[in-house]
């Protein structure tokens, strides 16, 4: 598959954002390949940031070009019967024209697209199903960011979980993740600026028990549920001094026509 999607903005040059794709497939085996293009323009900060509030940077945001971002991957998948999927898959992000404001000397001050970053990184995903009414998740990820500041990209995070049916109409779902520590924040639009923002690693369990059931003469699909997030009321926090909920219950009905 392919496709093509093009800007055209009123302040800045046009730009394209083309994406492929390629799965060649061979009994229980399959090689997918995959690329795509971001496309960011500035926003109306960089206007109101010239104009209100450092007057010197004049119009050099109208020299500004749309920050890119090209993403890579390949991977494998292998499927073992109806018992199992298996996937590794590496992949490559490329920014580039960062904009940010370049200090004197010489001055004034100016807008610039000169900032650039690299990200590396491996996913391994493992699907087990041992019985119709039985599966298992497994997901790893690791990145290697250029440069190592990056906000919210952590070296290593984990996902497991489970889905359950039992006695006919009742149904489990249990998942967890863990999220190594990371930089946090967004990054100074400054030359050469870095984060020291970071927030800890943390660990979180949900889960979910419904039962399902038929009601009335037409056959309506009911649902009740109680759930939970953060089952271990674990502490932690995308961004110091804003923490999030402990261990939070939820219970409902859902009504499927």
């Not at 580039?96 to 404001?101: A, L, M, Q, T």
């Not at 290697?144 to 489970?162: Q, R, V």
């Amino acid at each position: 598959s392919a496709g093509v999607r093009y800007y055209d903005n009123s302040d800045f040059d046009a730009e394209w954002s083309p994406e492929a794709g390629l799965i060649f497939g061979y009994k229980q085996t399959e090689l997918h390949a995959a690329y795509s293009r971001g496309v960011i323009y500035p926003g109306l900060d960089v206007v109101v940031l010239s104009e209100k509030v450092n007057p010197a940077l004049g119009t050099s945001w109208k020299n500004l070009n749309a920050e890119i971002a090209d993403h890579y991957e390949i991977g494998l998948s292998q499927r073992f019967g109806v018992w199992a999927v298996a996937d590794i898959t590496c992949f490559y992000d490329d920014g580039k024209d960062r904009y940010v404001i370049v200090p004197p000397p010489p001055p004034p001050p100016v807008f610039a697209n000169i900032e650039e970053y690299q990200i590396r990184g491996l996913e391994t995903t493992l699907s087990l199903y041992p019985a119709e009414f039985l599966s298992f998740f497994l997901g790893f990820t690791y990145l290697d960011t250029d440069p190592s500041d990056l906000p919210y990209a952590p070296e290593f995070s984990f996902s497991a979980g489970m889905n359950w049916r039992f006695l006919k109409d009742f149904k489990l779902n249990l998942d967890c993740q863990y999220v190594d520590e990371m930089y946090v924040d967004a990054q100074a639009r400054r030359k050469d600026a870095e984060n020291t923002t970071t927030v800890d690693g943390y660990f979180l369990v949900n889960g979910k028990l419904s039962y399902d059931f038929v009601l009335g003469p037409r056959g309506l699909n009911v649902e009740v549920f109680i759930a939970g997030e953060n089952l271990t009321n674990t502490d932690y926090e995308y961004l110091p001094g804003y923490p999030m909920p402990g261990a939070t219950g939820i219970a409902g009905v859902n009504f499927k026509f």
